[in-house]
């Protein structure tokens, strides 16, 4: 079982619509969570942290859930800019602060 | 500030070739990383180094060796390039003090390898 698992998608939403998804992970002491935004064939970009108590950014909402162990970002009026591949990604607390990806999930917004 | 770099955008090889990609930060990262990213495989860590002179295997290390030059560049090496290594290869730098995610990773544009 991998330690961070994403939907790859494609998640097909018309443009004003809201998406949600989610990302499990495997490990309960994880640290911290993060949501990063990729598009294609570009470098990964912090979207936004995600905090126990959950946390919003405009459009966006990241939350937490500890006891089942996932993590959700909601895009609320999807956005043709909002096209993307979500990548989740978690701090499990290993040396060197390293960080471990999902997959991914990809997000495609259309008129 | 120019961020992370990485240098070459592009590189085509031929089996068994060697070559170091470049990277440097200018953002003070105590921290410095090497990942591959190969479709449906996600971000996978070769190296990493937590700070300046020190460096670890990541996930994927075979194959590949590192240099923390200093602090702001991070080098990574293919002594005889295989196939098996074409993919698009991320340099990334994290820890800024007096930051809140002080873990958050800033990435270069990306290297794309293709070894014949």
């Known amino acids: 079982r991998k330690e961070v698992e994403q939907d790859p998608g494609p998640f097909n939403v018309p443009e004003g619509a809201t998406v949600a998804f989610n990302c499990t992970y495997s490990n309960s002491a994880s640290q911290s969570f993060f949501w990063y935004r990729q598009d294609c064939r570009k470098e990964p970009k912090l979207l936004m942290s995600?905090?126990?108590s959950g946390n919003e950014d405009g459009r966006f909402t990241a939350q937490l859930n500890r006891a089942s162990q996932y993590i959700s970002l909601l895009i609320r009026d999807s956005k043709l800019s909002d096209s993307a591949t979500y990548l989740c990604?978690?701090?499990?607390?290993?040396?060197?602060?390293?960080?471990?990806f999902g997959g991914g999930t990809r997000v495609l917004v259309k008129p | 500030n120019a961020g992370v770099t990485q240098t070459p955008k592009f590189q085509v090889l031929k089996t068994g070739q060697s070559m170091t990609l470049q990277c440097a930060q200018d953002?003070?990262?105590?921290?410095m990383y090497w990942y591959r990213q190969d479709p449906g495989m996600g971000l996978r860590l070769i190296y990493y180094s937590a700070s300046e002179g020190t460096t670890d295997k990541g996930e994927v290390p075979n194959g590949y060796n590192v240099s923390r030059l200093n602090k702001r560049e991070f080098s990574l090496r293919l002594e005889s390039a295989a196939p098996s290594q074409t993919s698009v290869y991320f340099c990334?730098?994290?820890?800024?003090?007096?930051?809140?995610?002080?873990?958050?990773?800033?990435f270069g544009p990306g290297t794309r390898l293709t070894v014949l």
């Open positions: 990604v978690v701090n499990f607390g290993a040396a060197g602060n390293k960080l471990t």
């Open positions: 995600v905090y126990s």
């Open positions: 990334a730098g994290a820890g800024l003090a007096g930051t809140h995610d002080w873990d958050e990773q800033f």
């Open positions: 953002m003070n990262h105590n921290s």
